[in-house]
């Protein structure tokens, strides 16, 4: 049988609040300090201890990102799921497990690897035997399939930095695990990893870290939040970063407020925002609902705002731990009556980044609230990631007022007038000396004076949509791949990204080609219409139930484009699998052939 190098998954079965999220941090780590293509993916429960939890590791030397139709060793630590996991091993895969759980692995078509994993725990340190073991399957795995020991130790010193008691007990218990494996298997596997050249520009981030990181190279001076699954982790992280990243002598020059709720925390965010601070929050699509009211007030007042919505599956408290992306239409349209917003969506790491502190910028140019869409899945995953791109300009404020010399130069001058053309007005700060300060939720004129003329409400509400329409070529324009004149195209956005490539070469195994296109943001830009219209159909895939990515092309493109379009939406809260799309393409593109035969 032909050894699988570098090509093959693992998946490992345990319970959360275990420890095991270290272990399998380290596995990851330690496939990723050999050079090879590996990606990982935590499906952890919606409590804090007990429930299970799975570790799904994926080495793939084409850099396939997304979870892979076949597990090839699994590993079994958790007695409650015990025998569905067993059900679920795929004939002639690995099966390691941990015997002190005392349940049987009645599998002959399987490669069974029983090891005492708590018992040899024990002889390391008994009070943390339970942690420990899932170090021992690491090590285990690290002699099995060929990581280095190098490597491996390296991974365990980071995972624990500056505790060395901690680091000399997990490569104690690593070297354990090796040791059971070199005296008591010698059964060929068929799986082996073989290092491959170390790149120096390549690191290991999740998405939430990078929107933080970006946001504060991004010029952000105030965060508010309330704690919400899986968004958490990214305020989190700027409160970790800050002190390094924008501290002084006399502290960070970021105020972070945890608020009572999530209504606080976006009308702290507009607070900030009008009185001149870069401000932002991060929750998730529960959060968004109840932030809908304030969402409306900082569209229709103008103030510059930013909501990071790292998404989970709904509706109602849905699958608060698994991914999604169906909170597209939500934030496009979010709060009551006609409301439109900048949306930015990013694919991968580096556009978390970048997109965290462009987001800043749009809200401070458009004068309005911009979202930053991510998801779970791309959010609280670790990604392999090059090059952050740094803002090298000057911080972009817009049209804003902070002198009496600059407010001489703006002709008729209103808070609410466009004097440009281009329906952003200009604004003041307080504290400038340029008082009053006029903000209105309600009816206003151009002046900023209360008013429910109908012909007054009309023409804001004119100005306000030609306002947001105007930044459609000014936001991420669209990612194309097109190498040749091809009928067909795909269009999709988000973390999506990581499973395209795997979805490209499953269509081309049969034969066809696909074009591609990665919407970055909304409103459309004009590439997506010039995109659909040189192509005679488009399949657009998306992580959810409803095809929203798919119901906002349809109502924007012209009505000639329209019946290009076509959907394939699939969600049931796992990352996306190549597969599921490939074949969905491959059905209509067979589809359509035949149709065309017969026509």
Known sequence: MTTRVNDFQLRIATANGTGSQSANLILLRSLFEMGVHVSGKNMFPSNISGLPTWYIVRVSEQGYQAPADDTHIHVLMNKATWM??????????????????????????????????????????????????????????????????????????????????????????????REWVRENHSEDINLSIESRPIDDDIFMMEGNEAVALGSLFGGLSFLSWYPITPSSSLAESIIDHAPEVRGIDDGETVAVIQAEDELAAIGMVIGAGWAGARAMTA??????????????????????????????????????????????????????????????????????????????????????????????????????????????????????????????????????????????????LPGSG????????????????????????????????????????????????????????????????????????IIEETGRMVSQCRIRALPLHSEVEAFVERHERVIVLELNRDAQLYTILRKELPIHLVPRVHSVAYSDGFPPRAHLYAEAVIAELTKWEEQDVIT
């Open 283 to 428: 929750t998730s699509g529960p959060g968004i609902s109840l932030m809908s009211e304030f969402i409306g007030l900082a569209y229709f007042a103008e103030v510059p705002s930013v909501i990071w919505n790292v998404a989970r599956v709904g509706p109602s408290t849905g699958l608060p731990t698994r991914t999604q992306q169906a909170d597209l239409s939500l934030v496009y349209e979010a709060s009551h009556g006609d409301t439109q917003h900048i949306v930015l969506m990013p694919g991968d790491i580096a556009e978390c980044f970048e997109f965290a502190w462009r987001a800043l910028e749009y809200a401070e140019m458009y004068q309005t609230i911009v979202f930053g869409l991510s998801d779970l899945d791309l959010g609280m995953n670790r990604w392999v990631a090059r090059d952050l791109p740094y803002p090298e300009e000057p911080l972009n404020r817009g049209k804003v007022i902070q002198s009496k010399e600059a407010l001489d130069k703006v002709q008729n001058y209103g808070r609410y007038r466009d004097v440009d053309g281009d329906g952003i007005a200009y604004r003041t």
């Open 434 to 505: 340029l008082e009053p300060i006029l903000t209105r939720g309600t009816g206003r004129d151009e002046e900023g004076v209360y008013s429910e003329r109908p012909e007054v409400y009309r023409a804001n509400m004119e100005r306000l949509k030609r306002k947001i329409d105007g930044a459609r070529d000014v936001l991420p324009a669209p990612i194309l791949r097109e190498e040749k004149e091809l009928e067909v195209g795909i269009i999709f956005f988000g973390s999506l990204e990581s499973t395209i490539q795997e979805i490209d070469d």
């Open 84 to 177: 569905e996991d067993l059900e679920e091993v795929e004939s002639g895969s690995v099966v390691m497990f941990n015997t002190d759980v005392k349940l049987p692995v009645d599998r002959d078509d399987v490669i069974q690897m029983p090891i005492p994993m708590t018992t040899m725990a024990r002889t390391i340190n008994a009070k943390l035997a339970r942690m420990l073991a899932n170090v021992i399957y690491v090590g285990a795995i690290a002699e099995l399939i060929g990581i280095s020991p190098t490597a491996l130790s390296n991974s365990i010193a980071l995972q624990f930095k500056g505790k060395s008691s901690a680091i000399d007990l997990n490569k104690e218990a690593a070297e354990l695990g």
